[in-house]
């Protein structure tokens, strides 16, 4: 038991300071009170909340066993959400040429890779909770379906209220 629980903790605070770096990078790149013509204006108030809520409500969340599954939920949605408006944000501002040193620099491309690892550090705590899975829920194909959804919701919504 005493394995368990320190395997627990250690992927929990993984991806607690993962949230952290990735919520200071976001924070970063979106700050909560930007100049506007010389006027200070408060927004970004959607990537600041989401943000901590990764970084403090989530690790919480996941814990306890009882809550457990609502910590990986809300994780997994928030990495994969977060990776389909990175990659949309990425594309739409691309500039030309396409090059590797522009994919690397130029796009969300490692903001995109903290939010998926993120998925993977919570799968694995799932596994620490229900060793044996919770069949066919919560797997990898389980994830994939929900990221081809979401896509697919993101880009009919963009191209019928453009």
């Not at 989530?58 to 457990?68: E, G």
Request: include cysteine; charged fraction near 10%; proline fraction near 4%.
């Amino acid at each position: 038991m005493a394995s368990h629980k320190n395997e627990t903790t250690g992927l929990i605070l993984a991806l607690a300071f993962i949230s952290v770096g990735g919520w200071l990078l976001h924070f970063r790149i979106h700050p909560i009170l930007t100049d506007a013509t010389g006027m200070r204006v408060a927004r970004n108030f959607i990537p600041f909340a989401v943000g901590l809520a990764g970084m403090l409500v989530t690790p919480v969340l996941l814990w306890f066993p009882r809550t457990m599954i609502i910590g990986y939920l809300l994780n997994g949605i928030g990495a994969v959400i977060g990776t389909v408006l990175m990659t949309y944000f990425s594309v739409a501002m691309f500039r030309h040429p396409v090059t590797v040193a522009g994919i690397f620099t130029g796009t969300l491309l490692g903001d995109v890779l903290i939010a998926f690892s993120k998925l993977f550090i919570g799968q694995r705590i799932l596994l620490t909770y229900h060793p044996s899975g919770m069949g066919r829920m919560f797997t990898v194909g389980w994830w994939t379906r929900h990221f081809i959804y979401i896509c697919a919701a993101f880009t009919l919504g963009h191209f019928i209220w453009r």
